[in-house]
T-cell receptor, first 114, second 113 residues
Framework: GQNIDQPTEMTATEGAIVQINCTYQ??????LFWYQQHAGEAPTFLSY????GLEEKGRFSSFLSRSKGYSYLLLKELQMKDSASYLC???????????????FGKGTMLLVSP | DVKVTQSSRYLVKRTGEKVFLECVQD?????MFWYRQDPGLGLRLIYF???????EKGDIPEGYSVSREKKERFSLILESASTNQTSMYLC????????????FGPGTRLLVL
């Protein structure tokens, strides 16, 4: 099993930069995903990291340090539409089956204000 | 674009009823998953499947079963619905090869009275 921690809520202002942290403990790390979920909607894929370092995709970047069990999602030039829940998910090989599945953190609710 | 559809957006059932939740994906994905999402608990994996007629228990399989008779369709079955199964149910699918990014359906909000 694993433990995934991320802040429950964050607030930021339109146009600003915000960093959402995620820490995890796992016995068989196999990749880390970030998803965005607007209220009442399905999660949508944002980014994937399997090696250490920064992955940049437009206004969103994601960083991974496997030795520290740490990732962050960086959102630049915040817009009102970025108000959503951001889910950190770690892929790990399951002990009993050998298949790998995702375990999700509880999500960080980001509120962007004018 | 990957499309994952679920049979109902909202469902109201009575305690003891048998409930079927259907999920269909149109991208020929090998892997399919069922999650439930509850406030304060996040997304939790119920069952998953890596091939037709194949199923594996997730983290919270009790009270649920699944069926995968065709590659594109993965069904979640509540044999005898209970009030603690009131939740948002999300289906997802992914390819077999890395990175195995999961794509989600719109969800079914189930209320068990």
């Amino acid at each position: 099993g694993q433990n995934i921690d991320q802040p429950t809520e964050m607030t930021a202002t339109e146009g600003a930069i915000v960093q959402i942290n995620c820490t995890y403990q796992t016995s068989g790390f196999n990749g880390l995903f970030w998803y965005q979920q607007h209220a009442g909607e399905a999660p949508t894929f944002l980014s994937y990291n399997v090696l250490d370092g920064l992955e940049e995709k437009g206004r969103f970047s994601s960083f991974l340090s496997r030795s520290k069990g740490y990732s962050y999602l960086l959102l630049k030039e915040l817009q009102m539409k970025d108000s959503a829940s951001y889910l950190c998910a770690v892929r790990e090989e399951r002990r009993n089956s050998g298949y790998s599945t995702l375990t999700f953190g509880k999500g960080t609710m980001l509120l962007v204000s004018p | 674009d990957v499309k994952v559809t679920q049979s109902s957006r909202y469902l109201v059932k009575r305690t003891g009823e048998k409930v079927f939740l259907e999920c269909v994906q149109d991208m020929d994905h090998e892997n399919m998953f069922w999650y439930r999402q509850d406030p304060g608990l996040g997304l939790r994996l119920i069952y998953f499947s890596y091939d037709v007629k194949m199923k594996e228990k997730g983290d919270i399989p009790e009270g649920y079963s699944v069926s995968r008779e065709k590659k594109e369709r993965f069904s979640l079955i509540l044999e005898s619905a209970s009030t603690n199964q009131t939740s948002m149910y999300l289906c997802a699918s992914s390819l077999l090869h890395l990175p195995k990014t999961q794509y989600f359906g719109p969800g079914t909000r189930l209320l068990v009275l």
